[in-house]
Nanobody
Framework: QVQLVESGGGLVQAGGSLRLSCAAS????????MGWFRQAPGKSRDFVGC????????VYSDSGKGRFAISRDNAKNTVYLQMNSLKPEDTAVYYC?????????????????WGQGTQVTVSS
């Protein structure tokens, strides 16, 4: 089974950028769709975006479209979430997750394994 570890979170001012990384070990990373989700305090875990196993296809939630970009490097077993033009409402814990399939969204229950999350805080 794939094990996932996120990194790259932190504190950033509104309008700034961050790049999150998710390193995978074991399992079938190169054959899995990879998704990013986020969860703010007291709220549900929401879909941010997903990338296909080949990296050739992506899909984003409305909140991330045009500002966020997901990429992956299967040789490094890593998936990335580039976040630009960040807003205070982007503040959340961000999780990466693996799923069977090509593009898998938008439900967390569709994903079979998760990282521990990384905190992103956007100040106004």
């Amino acid at each position: 089974q794939v094990q996932l570890v996120e990194s790259g979170g932190g504190l950033v001012q509104a309008g700034g950028s961050l790049r999150l990384s998710c390193a995978a070990s074991g399992g079938t990373f190169s054959r899995d769709a990879m998704g990013w989700f986020r969860q703010a305090p007291g709220k549900s875990r929401d879909f941010v975006g997903c990338i296909s196993w080949s990296g050739g296809s992506t899909v984003y939630s409305d909140s991330g479209k045009g500002r966020f970009a997901i990429s992956r490097d299967n040789a490094k077993n890593t998936v990335y979430l580039q976040m630009n033009s960040l807003k205070p409402e982007d503040t959340a814990v961000y999780y990466c997750a693996a799923a069977r399939g090509i593009l898998v969204y938008p439900l967390p229950t569709q994903y079979y394994t998760w990282g521990q999350g990384t905190q992103v805080t956007v100040s106004s």
